[in-house]
């Protein structure tokens, strides 16, 4: 089976530097994605890590070891509209059938 | 149009009735992917169609649920005979090609299915 774990909720300050850890165990990995959600809206696509070492975009990095199944989500110069769920998937599978499974999210708080 | 559709956005339905969910995806893309989304659980997948290839089923609870592709379009999930367990919010997403396992999702709004 899969296991996919990451904070359930955290609180950062406007401006600061906040990561999300993501920590998982799973057969056929094929990379992971994070996804953000705001509140009543559908998903969208943040980053794509395949590889070990880091993405970055922008304001928002992403970290991948795939030895150590974990990957972290680093967002810098926080901002109010950052305020959602971020959600780590890994994909697996392969020979042309890929599944995404997703964790359950983590709940980022900007406060002044 | 310009990104996944789906409809109704709300929907409301008494224990034991059938209800149907209809997703639009995005134009030219060969996947689409059901998953349900409860209160404080991630995205659970359901079911995943590939151009015309057989579904893969493996994530559907149980067998009240089933979907259809039509045309390679337009996908209709559909639940009979309704539970309470079953409300959640229902979203559909599509993707260039499945296949390549890369290419990111495009999730749709989401339908809210409440069971009374």
């Known amino acids: 089976g899969q296991n996919i774990d990451q904070p359930t909720e955290m609180t950062a300050t406007e401006g600061a530097i906040v990561q999300i850890n993501c920590t998982y165990q799973t057969s056929g990995f094929n990379g992971l994605f994070w996804y953000q959600q705001h509140a009543g809206e559908a998903p969208t696509f943040l980053s794509y890590n395949v590889l070990d070492g880091l993405e970055e975009k922008g304001r928002f990095s992403s970290f991948l070891s795939r030895s150590k199944g974990y990957s972290y989500l680093l967002l810098k110069e926080l901002q109010m509209k950052d305020s959602a769920s971020y959600l780590c998937a890994v994909l697996r599978g392969g020979a042309g059938s890929y599944q995404l499974t997703f964790g359950k999210g983590t709940k980022l708080s900007v406060i002044p | 149009g310009a990104g996944v559709s789906q409809s109704p956005s709300n929907k409301v339905t008494e224990k034991g009735k059938d209800v149907e969910l209809r997703c639009d995806p995005i134009s030219g893309h060969t996947a689409l992917y059901w998953y349900r989304q409860s209160l404080g659980q991630g995205l659970e997948f359901l079911i995943y169609?590939?151009?015309?290839?057989?579904?893969?089923k493996s994530g559907l609870p149980s067998d009240r649920f089933s979907a259809e592709r039509t045309g390679g379009s337009v996908s209709t999930l559909t639940i009979q005979r309704t539970q309470q367990e079953d409300s959640a919010v229902y979203l559909c997403?599509?993707?260039?090609?499945?296949?390549?396992?890369?290419?990111?999702?495009?999730f749709g709004p989401g339908t809210r299915l409440t069971v009374l």
């Open positions: 997403a599509s993707s260039l090609d499945g296949r390549a396992g890369r290419n990111e999702q495009f």
């Open positions: 169609f590939q151009g015309n290839s057989a579904p893969d």
